[in-house]
């Protein structure tokens, strides 16, 4: 079974330019969330989907971010314009169903994000 | 405020046991993960603790005090594979259940 795959693993661009990442969870998995490791920092939740529609976008830093699911299967995360403290790993994990009180999340590798 | 607590770095020898800690001071609890990450990897889970009391899965052991916001992973007989980062994660719960994070713990273990 393939797990949460994130493309691209890495992505170097310029302040002000646009960026998008994307995740493909865990095939059947309607919860995907997207968080963000900065360098020396602790991972920090951005968002989360149910199937196509957001559950909670409270972590998302502000309005340069926006993620898409459309059709509840892979997700993106779009950063238009890109500034420097968005630099860091971006991490998407996904998971099956909430109501299992052992409900855990499968994270992909990350993509590592440089804006310079 | 939510606050996870743990150390950043240890040393153990192969072979051996090590005990990572974790304190949390969180606003809602439902559960508190150990995950596992090699560099450049995934985090990949350990174990899931909701009531009091200990958890053993092989190797691994993980604990949790609710009283007192405590949790520990245990490593037993360490093998050099083990050196990782090893994240705590507290589930608030609520209709989101994001995960809150520590900052790692990095595991160097020494032949």
């Known amino acids: 079974e393939a797990g949460v795959t994130q493309f691209p693993s890495h992505s170097v661009i310029e302040k002000g330019q646009t960026v998008t990442l994307r995740c493909d969870p865990i095939s059947g998995h309607d919860n995907l969330y997207w968080y963000r490791r900065v360098m020396g920092k602790e991972i920090k939740f951005l968002l989360h989907?149910?199937?196509?529609?957001?559950?909670?976008e409270s972590g998302m830093p502000n309005n340069r971010f926006l993620a898409e699911r459309t059709g509840g299967t892979y997700s993106t995360l779009k950063v238009q314009p890109a500034e420097l403290e968005d630099s860091g790993v971006y991490f998407c994990?996904?998971?099956?169903?909430?109501?299992?009180?052992?409900?855990?999340?499968?994270f992909g590798s990350g993509t590592q994000l440089s804006v310079l | 405020g939510q606050n996870i607590d743990q150390p950043t770095e240890m040393t153990a020898t192969e072979g051996a046991i090590v005990q990572i800690n974790c304190t949390y001071q969180t606003s809602g609890f439902n559960g508190l993960f150990w995950y596992q990450q090699h560099a450049g990897e995934a985090p990949t889970f350990l174990s899931y603790n909701v009531l009091d009391g200990l958890e053993e899965k092989g190797r691994f052991s993980s604990f949790l005090s609710r009283s007192k916001g405590y949790s520990y992973l245990l490593l037993k007989e360490l093998q050099m594979k083990d050196s990782a980062s090893y994240l705590c994660a507290v589930r608030r719960g609520g209709a989101t259940n994001k995960l809150i994070f520590g900052t790692g713990t990095l595991l160097a273990v020494q032949p």
């Open positions: 994990a996904s998971s099956q169903d909430q109501s299992g009180k052992r409900e855990k999340l499968f």
């Open positions: 989907f149910v199937k196509e529609s957001k559950q909670d």
